[in-house]
């Protein structure tokens, strides 16, 4: 869901851009057609980053970039607040932020921290001087729930999990009732989801 989001909103990274955390480069950087300049920032010599940084505190002088790409990074931060903020920060008048951040999810390693509310994602990047165009979530309740059952499936020692491989296809099409108006109007329900992406531009100051 996520490298699908990423794909329908590529058209909206142009210029120079900066990566952060992208050492893993999740996502083509041949798709990103309008971007002239593509600089990875990662904390790791071992991803081989363009540079080698932290996101709370990016070794770039003010207004460096048109674009920001930063996924599943937040999570691993001190202060994200700070990140935030610093994005912002090196980012020209012009520019735009694609963000994404996991929710119902296991913890990935030690280093994971913390996870986001949809509201607190509105309230840092608000904070920070941006204003959120486009927020969206990874699935509701059941694509959580198949989400859980795969990796539970995956993650079993047993070889009898072979025999449950069979499930799988029905799992993807389960997540097909996230769509579904009884989901979607359900408190309980659509309160449930794998992640957030948010795409945000500079906040203009009015005249």
Excluded at 49 to 63: Q, Y
Excluded at 114 to 143: C, H, N, P, W
């Amino acid at each position: 869901m996520l490298d699908k989001e990423i794909n329908m909103h590529q058209a909206n990274l142009f210029g120079i851009m900066l990566d952060i955390g992208g050492g893993t480069k999740r996502g083509n950087s041949k798709d990103f057609i309008h971007v002239t300049d593509h600089i990875i920032l990662d904390k790791s010599k071992r991803t081989r980053p363009t540079v080698i940084g932290d996101a709370e505190h990016l070794p770039f002088k003010d207004g460096a970039f048109h674009s920001i790409k930063c996924t599943e990074l937040l999570e691993y931060l001190n202060i994200p607040e700070q990140a935030v903020s610093e994005m912002r920060r090196v980012l020209k008048d012009c520019g735009e932020a694609m963000v994404s951040t996991p929710f119902n999810l296991g913890i990935h390693y030690d280093e994971d921290l913390v996870r986001f509310t949809k509201y607190k994602l509105v309230e840092m990047f608000k904070d920070a001087g941006f204003r959120i165009v486009y927020l969206s979530e990874q699935g509701r309740y059941f694509t959580v729930l198949g989400y859980m059952l795969k990796q539970a499936i995956l993650n079993t020692n047993s070889k009898a999990r072979w025999l449950l491989f069979w499930t799988f296809p029905m799992l993807d099409l389960m997540t097909g009732l996230d769509n579904w108006s009884f989901v979607k109007n359900s408190q309980f329900l659509s309160s449930f989801t794998t992640g957030y992406f948010i795409s945000a531009i500079i906040k203009q100051e009015k005249q």
